[in-house]
């Protein structure tokens, strides 16, 4: 990958989220914008944690990447995760309003403009959120990881879609294969990771589709089916993940 690409954060350029956003809405399914807990608390990584809002600029200083995290307290065993995504956001921000010292970095979101897929920036990108932890004195970066081919297998439960593997024994999935690369370990499934809610209407808006009954629907972008009740007039996408923890090291991992 190009030399000319650069990191950033928020803290040193605060116009870099709105740059961005034009790109996130081409990453990112319509429903995901929509998560009870994101829309609550999602302003603290932009006023509270700028700094630890770090984007990869091209040889023009345009945003082709970010990663979104946040700091909280981590006791470092399984049974002390979060349960999922939506959690560990509700945690750190806790931990910040309380004052408790953080020692973990949780990565929210890694975003990459589909124009720079196969060009490395994944394992730059998550190679870049350890070395953020590590420059702020944090033991270990988790993450709830959105496996990115499981939308193209909904039906399959996340127990068994995360421990998929390839002939040479990588993760199946590619997204997971990136995070398992560069030194992180696959804990377990985070379920329930998100909840999205929102009326019939919105759901036909978000997906395109329409939804005449109830039932459970197959909604592109989606990680499993999204539960329609026209009676109630609610749609609701509870979505599973896959918590990885990369352990701080002062050597930087690079792709196999």
């Not at 081919?149 to 390839?166: D, H, S």
């Not at 990771?193 to 978000?206: D, F, H, N, P, Q």
Request: proline fraction near 9%; glycine fraction near 6%.
């Amino acid at each position: 990958m190009s030399d000319t690409f650069s990191f950033a954060t928020l803290a040193g350029q605060p116009n870099l989220a709105d740059d961005f956003w034009p790109q996130k809405q081409r990453i990112w399914p319509a429903f995901m914008f929509h998560d009870r807990y994101a829309d609550a608390y999602w302003h603290y990584l932009l006023e509270q944690f700028p700094a630890y809002q770090r984007y990869l600029l091209d040889e023009q200083a345009r945003p082709v990447a970010v990663a979104q995290t946040i700091p909280c307290y981590w006791d470092g065993t399984v049974a002390g995760l979060p349960v999922g995504w939506a959690e560990s956001l509700v945690r750190a921000v806790e931990d910040f309003e309380t004052g408790r010292v953080p020692n973990t970095l949780v990565a929210l979101e890694i975003s990459i403009q589909p124009d720079y897929h196969g060009q490395g920036v994944s394992y730059r990108m998550v190679n870049g959120v350890r070395e953020l932890a590590q420059s702020h004195g944090l033991q270990a970066v988790i993450v709830a990881v959105r496996p990115s081919m499981k939308a193209r297998y909904p039906l399959t439960p996340m127990e068994r879609y995360a421990w998929w593997q390839r002939p040479d024994g990588a993760p199946f999935d590619p997204w997971l294969r990136v995070h398992w690369r560069c030194g992180g370990e696959l804990l377990r499934v985070a379920h329930p990771s998100m909840l999205i809610e929102g009326t019939v209407a919105e759901w036909e808006s978000w997906s395109g589709l329409r939804f005449p009954d109830s039932g459970d629907y197959v909604v592109p972008g989606a990680l499993c089916p999204v539960q329609i009740d026209t009676q109630a007039d609610v749609g609701r996408y509870v979505e599973p993940n896959v918590w990885v923890h990369h352990p701080i090291t002062t050597a930087r991992l690079r792709p196999a």
